[in-house]
Nanobody, 121 residues
Framework: QVRLVESGGGLVQAGGSLRLSCVAS????????MAWYRQAPGKQRELVAA???????NYADSVKGRFTISRDNAKNTVDLQMNSLKPEDTAVYYC???????????????WGQGTQVTVSS
């Protein structure tokens, strides 16, 4: 069993900052890619930022220069530092990881339960 727990969402004014955290626990052998997605009401889920095990990162154009993704391989965590937030960043943010488990050695994608980020104008 693998569990992803997110934290750090909330309500913030435009221009403010939030930091999201996600920790993976359970029968983990290794974690490959980790990422943050978001889904706004009435819209499809979209990739916000991704990071490889080696630390290479990729960002959506809409968040480049404002958001920073980071991970701690020893702690099985991935964070998203969000600065200069805009009302259009309002969405439910989901942690996404590719994990190889010790139970059957399979490689699967796991999702967190989501955390709400609301940016007021």
């Amino acid at each position: 069993q693998v569990r992803l727990v997110e934290s750090g969402g909330g309500l913030v004014q435009a221009g403010g900052s939030l930091r999201l955290s996600c920790v993976a626990s359970g029968s983990i052998f290794s974690i490959n890619g980790m990422a943050w997605y978001r889904q706004a009401p009435g819209k499809q889920r979209e990739l916000v930022a991704a990071i490889t095990r080696g630390g290479s990162t990729n960002y959506a154009d809409s968040v480049k220069g404002r958001f920073t993704i980071s991970r701690d391989n020893a702690k099985n965590t991935v964070d998203l530092q969000m600065n200069s937030l805009k009302p259009e960043d309002t969405a439910v943010y989901y942690c996404n990881t590719e994990i190889q488990t010790t139970t059957d050695w399979s490689l699967r994608v796991y999702w967190g339960q989501g955390t709400q980020v609301t940016v007021s104008s």
